[in-house]
């Protein structure tokens, strides 16, 4: 009884794991490219004030070459 408590509780706790999973390389870019309404250049990860985040280069509409960067654990702009 005892193994089948602890296969149970992995087996919840794998099946949670999604939850809190990162946004991804290609959430993050979409969540820039919605923000600037431009093409997607390039996607690292970087850290920014000590937090994980996307660092997202697009190029607008009107040439111009931006910068956002995307918050790894909320996937929001900062």
Known sequence: MNS????????????AAPAWADVSRDDAAAVAQRASGGRVLA??????????????KVVTRGGDVRVILVDVASGRTL
């Open 4 to 15: 089948f408590a602890k296969l149970a509780c992995a087996l919840l706790l794998a099946a």
């Open 43 to 56: 996607v690292e990860r970087a850290e920014a004030g000590n937090r994980p985040v996307w660092r997202v």
